[in-house]
């Protein structure tokens, strides 16, 4: 299985990107994703979630009502729409692919097998 990350760039504070994964399985509808980030020098953390029917999702406490994230099974792509940016959101995303689990477990960046390549989200103050 192969993800493609896509969307990132350079953006003022208050302004929006939307990045997107693309996955190159057929059973894409099988599993949940989620996108994470990685900061310089920080471990990579938990940005948001949704499960495979994409009638759930989770987020962080501090992009929660900034960001969405939302899914297209029928085009085996999951998107994040990231509004209001601040500059502590300068990171790589991420996206990742695991088996379907209980929402609350989508946060555990070890339980995701597959990967995107990261896409860099930069937001100037």
């Known amino acids: 299985v192969q993800l493609q990350a896509s969307g990132g760039g350079l953006v003022q504070a208050g302004g929006s990107l939307r990045l997107s994964c693309a996955a190159s399985t057929r059973t894409f509808g099988s599993y949940a994703m989620g996108w994470f980030r990685q900061a310089p020098g920080k471990e990579r953390e938990f940005v948001a979630a949704i499960t495979w029917s994409g009638s759930t999702t989770d987020y962080v406490d501090s992009v929660k009502g900034r960001f969405t994230i939302s899914r297209d099974n029928a085009k085996n792509t999951v998107w994040m729409q990231m509004n209001s940016l601040k500059p502590e959101d300068t990171a790589v995303y991420y996206c990742?692919?695991?088996?379907?689990?209980?929402?609350?477990?989508?946060?555990?960046?070890?339980?995701?097998?597959?990967w995107g390549q990261g896409t860099q989200v930069t937001v100037s103050s």
């Open positions: 990742g692919m695991r088996q379907q689990g209980l929402i609350g477990t989508l946060r555990n960046k070890h339980q995701y097998v597959y």
